[in-house]
């Protein structure tokens, strides 16, 4: 049997599956900030006409499934899986969104890393036959990850500067292995991420605590693959936030990978503008997925961009472990995608 | 850490020890002097309220000076609890921090903010049983440590 991997941790995927639509649905604060052109839709109403804030994230992932399943022109019936996440307990927006879309789950938690491990693993599935057409959503919403992490949403109390603010918003993308359906870029390499925990414990750190993951799932991408930084147009961490992006800029030099500047984004700070008092940037599932599934997907779509590494980060802590005094453990996934040619 | 004796080795501590410094050096500050002067004009306020409050009560109230400090707390707990409502104080704790609730402001804020958020899961399992995750700490705390301290000032001889 042959095995698509080359070096140590990096899969191969030959027949390069597609990724043939997307939608990104935002709330209003992302939809005041720098990508707000990029959305399919921005939702003003924090709740989007539910009772509870959970079952609002679950309609703005059901939205956005929905939608990019519809623009792939394909029917909730030709799906054959979904694969998402989100930030709460029992991944509870996802399954209730699911519960819509009548395909078979794949209910996944990789905190902020959930969109790049939901394509990561549905382009494995597809690309070695296992399903046809597969739709991989993360959400994420201010108001349960706050209420869920922190404290009450009126509760009185400051936030440190190097805090994020967790976006209200979810992004879906099927991807598919049908020859026939255009694509927006194809995705060719998978570098799945590895746990690297440098004992920060500060759940308003979480910048620190992700990027020696992504140092470490970066690194081993480009030694598995031989590439260096240079051969990707872009690459694109999830959530790293101001903290976050200034140490994976350093960590990488340090290992004598150093990235250039220019051609290294992180979508928490894409996602809002400094003069929105984020503190250090944006975060949760939702930033990464509407930043892919907006923002970079219409880059491709214009021609702008021919490859890019996509790396969303994950800080896997619960609210248990940090009470009981646990540092945080972070991940990085990395996916790497080309456009058609 | 499954392996409670396993200490890191010195080459690992060298590397978290490094990581940490790093970590430092690139996170930014909260900034201590801003901070402290918005929590001393916030607090001041607050405080400054409380006394219109007792200055009130004893002139137009027919009140005691006990009475009118009782209800100067009364009010203070009163206009936090309806500005957290409103969704105002949030606003007001991000500017004052501890200036907004070290007065019995804070204690407010603290009962009505959960009460709030935790309403849709029930009157029951989601209002009652959360209503004191914030001042329940504060006050199994403050109650155990003036019984310990009420037990020292009753045995002591003067």
């Known amino acids: 049997m042959q095995l698509n991997r080359i070096g140590q941790h990096t899969i191969l995927l030959p027949n390069r599956p597609r990724i043939v639509s997307s939608a990104a649905i935002a709330g209003k604060k992302e939809g005041a900030g720098p990508l707000r052109d990029d959305y399919d839709q921005i939702i003003d109403d924090d709740l989007f006409g539910e009772e509870t804030w959970e079952k609002a994230e679950s309609r703005f992932q059901y939205a956005a499934a929905d939608l990019a399943i519809r623009k792939s022109g394909l029917t909730h019936e030709q799906i054959d899986a979904a694969l998402g996440g989100d930030l709460l307990d029992q991944i509870m927006a996802a399954s209730l969104a699911v519960r819509e879309l009548h395909t078979p789950f794949i209910g996944l938690y990789g905190a902020c890393s959930t969109m790049a491990e939901s394509l990561c693993l549905a382009s494995m599935l597809t690309d070695g036959g296992y399903l046809r057409h597969a739709v991989c959503t993360a959400s994420s919403h201010f108001c349960t990850a706050e209420r869920q992490y922190r404290f009450p949403l009126e509760y009185g109390c400051q936030r440190p500067p190097t805090a994020q603010w967790t976006v209200t918003g979810a992004g879906s993308a099927v991807v598919s292995s049908d020859e026939r359906l255009p694509a927006i870029c194809r995705s060719t390499h998978v570098t799945l991420g590895r746990i690297v925990d440098m004992a920060i414990k500060d759940a308003n750190n979480m910048g620190a605590a992700m990027a020696p993951a992504a140092a470490d799932t970066l690194s081993r991408h480009l030694s598995d693959t031989g590439r260096t930084a240079a051969d990707y147009d872009l690459i694109i961490t999830g959530d790293l936030g101001r903290v976050g992006h200034d140490l994976l800029l350093t960590l990488m030099q340090e290992r004598g990978m150093p990235l250039d500047q220019t051609r290294y984004i992180d979508c928490g700070l894409e996602v809002f503008s400094p003069s929105q008092d984020t503190h250090a940037g944006g975060s949760g599932c939702g930033c990464s997925a509407v930043t892919l599934c907006g923002h970079i997907f219409h880059r491709f779509q214009k021609g702008e961009l021919r490859r890019v590494l996509f790396m969303a980060t994950g800080a896997l802590l619960s609210p248990t472990s940090s009470q009981q005094g646990d540092t945080i453990p972070g991940i990085a996934h990395a996916i790497a995608l080309e456009a058609d040619s | ?158």
Do not use: H
């Open chain 2, 1 to 158: 850490m499954f392996d409670k004796k396993a200490k890191p080795g010195p080459a690992r501590q060298r590397q978290l020890d490094r990581y940490a410094q790093l970590v430092d050096k690139l996170s930014p500050k909260s900034a201590l002097g801003q901070g402290l002067v918005r929590a001393f004009i916030t607090g001041g306020s607050v405080c400054t309220l409380g006394q219109v409050f007792i200055e009130l009560g004893q002139r137009y109230l027919d009140m005691t000076v006990t009475t009118s400090v009782t209800f100067a707390s009364m009010m203070i707990v009163f206009i936090t609890a309806l500005l957290t409502g409103v969704g105002v104080f949030d606003l007001i704790a991000k500017y004052g921090g501890a200036g907004a609730f070290v007065p019995i402001s804070g204690f407010a804020n603290a009962m009505v903010s959960p009460a709030m958020e935790f309403r849709r899961e029930g009157l029951v399992l989601g209002l009652g049983a959360k209503l004191f995750t914030i001042a329940g700490p504060v006050l199994v705390w403050g109650i155990s440590i003036s019984v310990v301290v009420g037990v020292i000032y009753a045995i002591m001889p003067w």
